[in-house]
C-alpha cells in the first residue's frame, strides 16, 4: 500500500508540473501574438479542450484576457508597465 500512495504522489507531481509548465508557454503565447485559440492549444499540448479551458480560466485570474469569436485575447489596454 506504501508504494502505491508513493507511486500515486510521484504521478501527481508529474500532472502537476507539466501543467504549470503548459500554462507558462500558453501565457508566454499571450505575450508573443495577444491571442490564442483553445482548440489550437489542445492540440499543441496534446490535451482536452476541457483541459486548455481550465488553464486558461487559471491565467485569467492573473492577467487581463477575455473570450471572443473563438479567440482568447489579451487586454493589454488594462496593462501598465509602471
Same mark, same amino acid.
Given at each position: 500500500m506504501m508504494k502505491q500512495t508513493a507511486v500515486n504522489l510521484?504521478? &501527481? @507531481? /508529474?500532472v502537476e508540473a507539466n501543467r504549470i509548465e503548459r500554462v507558462l508557454l500558453i501565457h508566454k503565447e499571450? /505575450?508573443?501574438s495577444g491571442q490564442v485559440r483553445t482548440a #489550437? %492549444?489542445?492540440e499543441r499540448f496534446n490535451v482536452s479542450?476541457?483541459? /486548455?479551458q481550465k488553464d486558461l @480560466?487559471? /491565467?485569467q485570474r492573473?492577467?487581463?484576457i477575455y473570450y471572443d469569436n473563438y479567440h482568447w485575447i %489579451? #487586454? #493589454?489596454s488594462t496593462?501598465? &508597465?509602471?
Open positions: 510521484h504521478m &501527481l @507531481r /508529474i499571450f /505575450i508573443e #489550437d %492549444l489542445a479542450s476541457v483541459t /486548455i @480560466r487559471a /491565467i492573473v492577467i487581463p %489579451l #487586454d #493589454d496593462i501598465s &508597465l509602471y
